[in-house]
């Protein structure tokens, strides 16, 4: 059973950094054959996108808010996907959770959500 679980999530003051990983298991033909997206939802607000990556690493794209202070990568040899964030602001508080879709070597769609990590940024 394909699972994703997000770690590295806590406590950080504004200006600070983070960095979050989203560690892959039960992944028949691997995590390559996935796009990766992280999320967050803040208390009383929807959940937005923050930044996906393609299957293969090469294409990466980023929600306004978090442009040139957030920067995702993957390591498909080591099954996981990480999010650094650096430059936080007390608005970037939310739970984060990442999110898997694509289709396999026997060209099964597939998709599902990791269930998440707290980030919280104060002072």
């Known amino acids: 059973q394909p699972q994703l679980v997000e770690s590295g999530g806590g406590l950080v003051q504004p200006g600070g950094s983070l960095r979050l990983s989203c560690a892959a298991s039960?992944?028949?033909?691997?995590?390559?054959?996935?796009?990766i997206g992280w999320f967050r939802q803040a208390p009383g607000k929807e959940r937005e996108g923050v930044s996906c990556?393609?299957?293969?690493?090469?294409?990466?794209n980023y929600a306004s808010s978090v442009k040139g202070r957030f920067t995702i990568s993957r390591d498909n040899d080591k099954h996981t996907v990480y999010l650094q964030m650096d430059k936080v602001e007390p608005e970037d508080t939310a739970v984060y959770s990442c999110?898997?879709?694509?289709?396999?070597?026997?060209?099964?769609w597939g998709q599902g959500w990791g269930q998440g990590t707290q980030v919280t940024v104060s002072s």
């Open positions: 999110h898997y879709e694509g289709w396999d070597e026997q060209h099964n």
């Open positions: 039960g992944f028949t033909f691997g995590l390559n054959h996935y796009a």
């Open positions: 990556i393609s299957s293969n690493g090469g294409t990466t």
